[in-house]
C-alpha cells in the first residue's frame, strides 16, 4: 500500500477521486486492521491535520465534534449526550476508541457502524469538503451514498433525546443490528443488509435481511421488529 500525506483538505479529496482503491485514514482502526478491506494496492490519504478535533459549544445546546475527535473523547465529554455515548460505548475496546474518529465511523458507512444509525435519528449534520467546494449534509442522507467527499466536522443538537440499542453475539464481535429512534425517526443498521430510516417503526420491514456469521436472516429480522415494537425498552 501507498500512503499520501496531502497539505490540504481539498488535496485529500482530490487525491481520493483520483485513486478508486483509496480510503481517508484517520485514527486508522478499520483501515489498518488484519483482515481488512484493503490490500497491497490500496492508497491510504493521511487527513490528520487537516480536519476539525475536539468538542466545542456552539449556543442552543448545539455542539460542533471535528472529525478527528475520538469515540473515547465523546465518552469524556460533559457535552455529548448520554444516548451518543452509549453508542461510542458500542466500541468495547478501550484501546480502539482512544484511536477510532467519529468522522471515520460515519465515512467509512459500515453496516455495523456504531454511530450513523443514531446520528440519523437525531437529524445530525456535518460539513464536508468536495471536489467541487464545501458542503454541508444530513447523516441520513450521506449514510445511502457512495459519494468521496471529506468530513471535517458534525453539528449536534444535544436537546433531542433518543435511544440506540445494540445486538451481537458478543460485546467484542460486528454488531449483528443497531437500531435508534427520535421523535418518530428510527433507523436500522443490520449487518449484510443497506442501512435504512424513516418515520415508522415498520421500517424494519423495509430491511433486506442476509444470513451469515452474525445470524439468521429469520434472526435479524427478528430482532428488528422487536426492537421497535418495544420502543427501544430491552
Same mark, same amino acid.
Given at each position: ?20 482503491? =483509496? /480510503?481517508?485514514?484517520?485514527?486508522? !482502526?478499520?483501515?489498518? *486492521? %488484519? ?5 497491497? +494496492? $490500496? ?94 449534509? =444530513? /447523516?441520513?442522507?450521506?449514510?445511502? !451514498?457512495?459519494?468521496? *467527499? %471529506? ?5 449536534? +443538537? $444535544? ?76
Amino acid at each position: 500500500m501507498v500512503i499520501f500525506r496531502p497539505e490540504t483538505a481539498l488535496d485529500a479529496v482530490k487525491l481520493r477521486k483520483a485513486n478508486l482503491d =483509496s /480510503v481517508y485514514l484517520a485514527g486508522g !482502526t478499520d483501515d489498518l *486492521r %488484519l483482515g481488512g478491506a484493503i490490500d497491497k +494496492d $490500496t492508497a491510504l490519504i493521511d487527513i490528520n491535520g487537516l480536519v476539525d478535533k475536539g468538542i466545542e459549544e456552539k449556543g442552543n445546546g448545539i455542539i460542533k465534534v471535528g472529525a478527528l475527535t475520538t469515540l473515547q473523547e465523546m465518552i469524556d465529554s460533559p457535552l455529548v449526550p448520554s444516548a451518543i455515548k452509549e453508542a461510542c460505548r458500542f466500541c468495547s475496546s478501550f484501546e480502539r476508541r482512544n484511536s477510532a474518529t467519529v468522522g471515520g465511523n460515519i465515512g467509512l458507512r459500515r453496516d455495523d457502524s456504531y454511530l450513523i444509525a443514531l446520528f440519523s435519528v437525531l437529524g445530525v449534520t456535518f460539513h464536508s469538503i468536495t471536489p467541487h467546494g464545501e458542503e454541508d449534509k =444530513s /447523516v441520513e442522507e450521506y449514510a445511502s !451514498t457512495h459519494c468521496r *467527499r %471529506l468530513i471535517t466536522y458534525f453539528l449536534i +443538537d $444535544t436537546k433531542k433525546k433518543a435511544w440506540v440499542r445494540r445486538f451481537g453475539l458478543t460485546s467484542t464481535s460486528h454488531a449483528v443490528l443497531i437500531a435508534a429512534s427520535c421523535d418518530n425517526n428510527y433507523a436500522l443498521s443490520v449487518k449484510g443488509s443497506p442501512f435504512v430510516s424513516g418515520s415508522t417503526p415498520d421500517i424494519w420491514k423495509d430491511v433486506q435481511y442476509t444470513s451469515d456469521i452474525t445470524g439468521s436472516k429469520e434472526y435479524k429480522e427478528y430482532l428488528a421488529k422487536t426492537v421497535f415494537s418495544l420502543g427501544g425498552n430491552l
